[in-house]
């Protein structure tokens, strides 16, 4: 049975990361969102995380995670390939391709950087699985996680490089699933939105100002980015982006408790996205380039200020193009290539 608001938040934040990646203003809005917005996957993954063996973990997520991803992996590298040969580029752009297809996922892949998500929520998921399956005590299932996640901060820092298969967030990413199994084990989401029926008025006035707050110290941390590991101060990068994740979740679970939800276009489109959110992360960049191509050209502007007037209607015409596209995957053979 899904969770209504698990999904709306889920579909909040594939909405949030198609923005992130307009690159409608580095300095503000990708500077907030890659405060909190990749780690909340993660911990929406730990909230819907279900004890089983290791074997069916790996086999169900091989399927969801690493055939879409080997799918569209070699298409990309294969056309940056062709693209190197035509334009009789030097081989170094060939290698680097293939290097970052098999080993380093997370180095800005080409056409679609945001695959590197599939591979490393695959690590995650198999490594927390595996966590769960070897410490009865919850405690040291907490301590184990909260070390390993300690290592993907600190391992590239002692080092010096970058680990192979984008090891570093993958190991960070064992620690968001296991705080995502712990606000479900302690039903933190529930007790909080209790207070909305106790206390309305200090619940909303308590959610605007842990809101406001929350939003201020993750411009007070250094900027973060989960694929190229940079945490700024680790553990306020862990407490914005926990806290953020609650508070989309919870704003979720009160738009799923409207009584018109079942019927409301907004809900069940945000919905629809977190059931084909795959499709979102595998051609996002692709539809975004083709929508500033197509409105630029339309619009004949050009220019850092032309931005403020293409973005915006790209951003639109960049989801519409998504859901259609989704839509046609998901009601064909074709969802088979996103491991569906």
């Known amino acids: 049975m899904r969770k209504k608001e698990l999904d709306i938040a889920k579909g909040i934040g594939i909405l949030l990361m198609v923005l992130l990646h307009m690159h409608f203003n580095e300095t503000v809005v990708n500077y907030f969102l890659h405060g909190f917005l990749m780690r909340m996957f993660f911990i929406v993954s730990g909230i819907l995380y279900k004890r089983r063996a290791l074997g069916g973990t790996v086999k169900a997520r091989a399927r969801t995670l690493l055939v879409p991803y080997c799918f569209f992996g070699v298409l990309y590298t294969g056309i940056t390939v062709v693209q190197a040969l035509v334009s009789h580029d030097s081989g170094d752009t060939i290698s680097s391709a293939v290097k970052k297809l098999f080993l380093f996922p997370t180095d800005n892949f080409q056409i679609e950087s945001a695959l590197w998500f599939l591979p490393v929520m695959f690590i995650s998921s198999v490594l927390y699985c595996l966590l769960d ?3 009865k005590d919850r405690r040291l299932l907490t301590v184990a996680s909260a070390v390993i996640g300690t290592a993907g901060y600190v391992l590239p820092k002692l080092i010096g490089v970058r680990l192979i298969w984008g090891l570093e967030p993958a190991f960070v990413g064992v620690l968001c699933i296991r705080i995502g199994a712990l606000i ?3 039903d933190v989401i529930e007790k ?3 207070f909305k029926t106790s206390r309305k008025l200090w619940f909303y006035a308590g959610l605007t100002v842990v809101t ?3 939003a201020a110290l993750i411009f ?3 900027h973060n980015n989960m694929r190229l590991a940079k945490w700024g101060i680790f553990p306020l990068s862990f407490f914005n982006s926990t806290v ?3 508070i989309i979740i919870i704003l979720s679970k009160i738009a799923a408790g409207i ?3 079942d019927r409301n276009i907004i809900i069940r489109w945000l919905c629809r996205i977190s059931v084909t959110s795959i499709v979102y992360v595998c051609i996002n960049h692709p539809c975004i380039k083709v929508s500033k191509y197509v409105l630029g050209r339309a619009f004949g502007l050009a220019g850092v200020s032309s931005k403020y007037i ?4 790209a951003f639109v015409f960049t989801l519409g193009m998504l859901f259609v596209i989704s839509e046609i995957v998901y009601r064909t053979g074709l969802k088979k290539i996103f491991g569906r």
Do not use: M, R
């Not at 293409?310 to 209607?313: A, L, T, W």
């Open 244 to 246: 953020f994740g609650i």
């Open 133 to 135: 399956s070897f410490f």
């Open 184 to 186: 479900k084990e302690y």
């Open 212 to 214: 406001a707050g929350t």
């Open 259 to 261: 009584k018109s939800a």
């Open 310 to 313: 293409i973005y915006p209607v």
């Open 220 to 222: 007070v941390n250094d």
């Open 192 to 194: 909080l939105y209790a």
